[in-house]
């Protein structure tokens, strides 16, 4: 779906095109210092985060492993890693529906079917389920289904 979003974007314009790609290059940047500052056991491996944004960003945290930990840049980092995940999400939106309300209807869709089953399912198993915010929302949601029964 981001590769078709792209060519889209690249459709309209070079500008949007850049912007959108632009994104994801920030996305791995700064979930890099994020994954070194928890320590992420992926770091160098196959992360299962949302979005297949922490393949990028456990490589590139090798490069980061010996780099002083700080709180503080840690929150900027994973603050800024937000936005632009969200930028990615959000930026398409009005474009799709320029095009047509089937268009950002099916786009809706296809993000919320993609976070409910990654949430539901790869998020309770991920080894850092206890300090992401996705995992954490995960075992949550979890918990309540299982209550249900």
Not at 138 to 148: C, F, G, P, Q, T
Request: proline share 4%; charged share 10%; glycine share 6%.
């Amino acid at each position: 779906m981001y590769i078709a979003i792209a060519v889209f974007l690249r459709r309209i314009s070079v500008v949007f095109f850049v912007v959108y790609v632009s994104l994801f290059v920030l996305v791995a940047l700064f979930m890099s210092y994020v994954c070194v500052y928890w320590q992420c056991p992926y770091i160098g491996k196959c992360a299962p985060c949302v979005g297949g944004f922490c393949l990028p960003s456990s490589q590139i945290a090798r490069l980061f492993k010996q780099a002083k930990r700080s709180e503080s840049r840690y929150k900027v980092f994973l603050t800024l890693a937000y936005a632009s995940f969200f930028g990615i999400i959000l930026f398409p939106i009005y474009f799709l529906y320029v095009q047509g309300i089937a268009y950002l209807l099916g786009y809706i869709g296809i993000v919320f079917v993609y976070w409910l089953a990654f949430t539901l399912f790869i998020c309770p198993v991920c080894g850092t389920r206890h300090v992401c915010p996705g995992g954490q929302t995960a075992v949550k949601m979890r918990e309540a289904i299982d209550s249900l029964d």
